[in-house]
């Protein structure tokens, strides 16, 4: 099993500064990596897909970068609804197996 | 815009069995794959098992002995079983439609999530 390491667990950040997050997997996962958005209380939000993909109607202050096993999601100029815990994804093909990072939280420094 | 509607008993005494159902309200099953997800208190995130439209399933290996998803398309809806719970499975099961766009997949709509606690 591909396991999935985010850091920090943390990251404190003042509104409308730059959020650099970042994603390692335990063996190449190619760009079969997504991030997403939690809110408390809320569902997970899809934003990028493909390593490199934004969803639809994802700003464009979210962007996601890398491959193998390095990945990084940077959110430029943070909004106060940016502020949640973000986590990353990875699929194998085959057998069919989705694993999660354990999340990084970013909150209002 | 899909809406996925989910409902099923939110507390569990140990050895019964989880059971949950998840609704497509607005869209179809289409070709896609339809998942469950769960996140224990304060945790990250554990895919369960997927099921498509023609009955087709792949399952976590470490849950697969207790696992099972179905769905009736008749209904635009998907289940969950999970047998023999403990308290280790205390957790917030969300469904979720499985996204295939240009070679990727992720998970691009979610149910409302539900909490299902396990106590004796």
């Known amino acids: 099993e591909t396991v999935m390491t985010q850091s920090p667990a943390t990251l404190s950040v003042s509104p409308g500064e730059r959020a650099t997050l970042s994603c390692r997997a335990s063996q190449s996962v190619s760009t079969n990596l997504a991030w997403y958005q939690q809110k408390p209380g809320q569902a997970p939000r899809l934003l990028i897909y493909g390593a490199s993909i934004r969803a639809t109607d994802i700003p464009a202050r979210f962007s996601g970068s890398g491959s193998g096993t390095e990945f990084t999601l940077t959110i430029s100029r943070l909004q106060s609804e940016d502020f949640a815990v973000y986590f990353c994804q990875q699929y194998s093909t085959w057998p069919p197996m989705y694993t999660f990072g354990q999340g990084t939280k970013v909150e209002i420094k | 815009q899909v809406q996925l509607q989910q409902w099923g008993a939110g507390l569990l005494k140990p050895s019964e069995t989880l059971s949950l159902t998840c609704g497509v309200v607005?869209?179809?099953?289409?070709?896609?794959?339809w998942s469950w997800i769960r996140q224990p208190p304060g945790k990250g995130l554990e895919w369960l098992g997927e099921?498509?439209?023609?009955?087709?399933?792949h399952y976590n290996p470490s849950l697969e002995s207790r696992v099972t998803v179905s769905i009736d398309t008749s209904k635009n809806q998907l289940s969950l079983k999970l047998t023999s719970v403990t308290a280790a499975d205390t957790a917030v099961y969300y469904c979720a439609r499985l996204l295939y766009d240009r070679g990727y997949y992720s998970f691009d709509y979610w149910g409302q999530g539900t909490l299902v606690t396990v106590s004796s």
């Open positions: 607005a869209g179809s099953f289409g070709t896609n794959y």
């Open positions: 099921i498509n439209h023609t009955g087709r399933t």
